[in-house]
């Protein structure tokens, strides 16, 4: 099996045994954990858990250390969805191929489960028996940023929706939106491992804040340019919601060129690392080429 | 000044003083941080930062050590009314005598509120540099718990309206949707001495389980039983969303007679603490006697 399957089987088995161990199975109690595990099971690239595993690996640590901080990015990232899919956010009734959690049990608990993930993705962390309290304290620190900035990225997103805006705040916003859960994803692997240097830290910081950016241009491109069926959501929603987009402003080859772009540099940087980068290499590039 | 009042301006101040510092004052990405400040700043008791200073305090707990637990217990709560207050939820228009962050920032913009503030409730704790990691892991773990549970009571809480319940699952749910953060802030109090004893901890933990019931109860009155301009918000909400409630499983009077005897447990619970219990003893017959 190829590796990053391993990692993404890993991270949607130790997902599921984790929403069920949380609560006691009765008929209400359970009623908002299956809410959750509804979107939370339902599939998704799992890339941020991937880069954690990937970039932990590149340092050698042992991987049932890094668990509970791949399950906790997901976390975060699927309760982001289920808001942003909201009728009162991006309104899309389609997410991993099935009805939006919304569509299918409501708005109230659809917010509900997301605010629930919220904070299951810190007592993931801050339970786990493996890792010593100053490493806990670090990632959930980074954290618990990271999902601030993704809110107020949201935030700004939905407040400039038929506004002229130039490409300064679009990129300000989408490192915020985007790039910040992108940088703890990559960030957890390197504060996974204590003894990092300060060089390979501030090359890993450079590197996934060039892929946060690249991946969300890049997702405003196959917005344009994929079906609903190989999306798994609805395409075009930027126009739809007359959100400003990369492509709407610097048009489609343009921003092509950006993203290639941003990958090459991020590429350019990883080579730097004192360890071999070979696997975060690999991963980038099929990023780089990823069609949905 | 009473030592309540006391506590409260602190925490407002340090509240006040957190979210200015967390991001920086422009004019796109100060919007969320603005809508945050709006809910946070309004008032309100801060009767959950005045139990875990006033616990924190029985044990001699510095004060400065205490501000961040005392300012994260607030954030999840205002958090909470937030999202609660949403036309999904409870739709109530009026809050802290203003109007519901939705009514004046639009729905979209009061989810990302509170989304930011749970977020910002883990931020604080985890960068207070005055207390140490053991203790931080669990301030967090605990306040990660505590929030989801308190998720997880208001989804049972929304699954219930119009339906008939018993006085067991009334309790079970608000063991969850207002216990679980009481008790939160009365262990917060508790784990920030860290010599504190096993019976001690015992004792708080069983305390702080009956004031959380009783001061739903009590609330369930007050709703039935008080004028709006001294609620600070619409009176007759349980009735009004066809919430079962105390009153309407229970009566009037004993409802009253039930909160009165589960306060009065509390108080005979915290006589057996180790140290002298008269601050807490003072707040609780306070609590007891409160009008709104």
């Given at each position: 099996?190829?590796?990053l399957?391993?990692?993404r089987?890993?991270?949607n ?5 984790y ?7 009765n008929?209400?109690?359970s ?5 959750m ?14 880069l954690t ?5 590149l340092?050698?640590?042992d ?5 509970s ?10 309760y982001s969805?289920?808001h942003?899919?909201?009728p ?5 009734d ?7 959690s ?6 109230a ?7 629930g993930?919220q ?5 993931v962390?801050?339970?786990?028996e493996l890792i ?5 304290v ?8 990271s ?8 935030s700004?997103d ?5 506004k ?20 703890c ?7 996974l491992?204590?003894?990092i240097?300060?060089?390979?830290l501030?090359?890993?910081?450079s590197?996934?804040n060039?892929i946060?950016?690249a991946y969300?241009?890049?997702d405003?491109v ?5 079906s ?6 609805r ?9 400003p987009?990369y492509?709407?402003i ?11 772009s ?11 690392l004192?360890?071999d980068e ?6 980038t590039v099929?990023?780089?080429?990823r069609?949905?």
């Amino acid at each position: 099996m190829e590796i990053l399957e391993v990692y993404r089987e890993r991270v949607n088995s130790y997902l599921e045994d984790y929403l069920n161990s949380i609560s006691p199975d009765n008929s209400y109690q359970s009623k908002l954990k299956n809410i959750m595990k509804y979107s939370v099971l339902a599939g998704g690239k799992r890339f941020r858990p991937i880069l954690t595993y990937t970039v932990a690996n590149l340092f050698s640590i042992d991987i049932q250390k890094v668990d509970s901080s791949a399950c906790a990015i997901e976390l975060i990232h699927i309760y982001s969805l289920i808001h942003d899919d909201l009728p009162a956010m991006d309104n899309d009734d389609i997410r991993h191929n099935q009805p939006s959690s919304h569509k299918v049990y409501g708005e109230a608990q659809a917010i509900l489960a997301g605010d629930g993930l919220q904070a299951l993705a810190f007592e993931v962390i801050s339970s786990d028996e493996l890792i010593d309290s100053v490493t806990k304290v670090k990632l959930l620190n980074l954290l618990s940023l990271s999902a601030f900035k993704m809110a107020e990225g949201q935030s700004i997103d939905l407040s400039i929706a038929s506004k002229e805006v130039d490409i300064e705040l679009l990129n300000n916003l989408h490192k915020k939106k985007t790039g910040s859960l992108l940088n703890c994803s990559v960030m957890f692997g390197a504060i996974l491992n204590p003894t990092i240097s300060k060089k390979d830290l501030s090359i890993l910081d450079s590197f996934s804040n060039h892929i946060g950016l690249a991946y969300q241009v890049q997702d405003d491109v196959l917005d344009v340019t994929t079906s609903e069926e190989i999306l798994g959501k609805r395409p075009n929603s930027d126009s739809v919601n007359n959100k400003p987009s990369y492509p709407s402003i610097l048009g489609l080859d343009e921003s092509v060129k950006k993203y290639e772009s941003l990958y090459r540099e991020a590429l350019d940087e990883i080579s730097f690392l004192s360890i071999d980068e070979k696997p975060l290499t690999d991963l980038t590039v099929k990023l780089m080429k990823r069609s949905f």
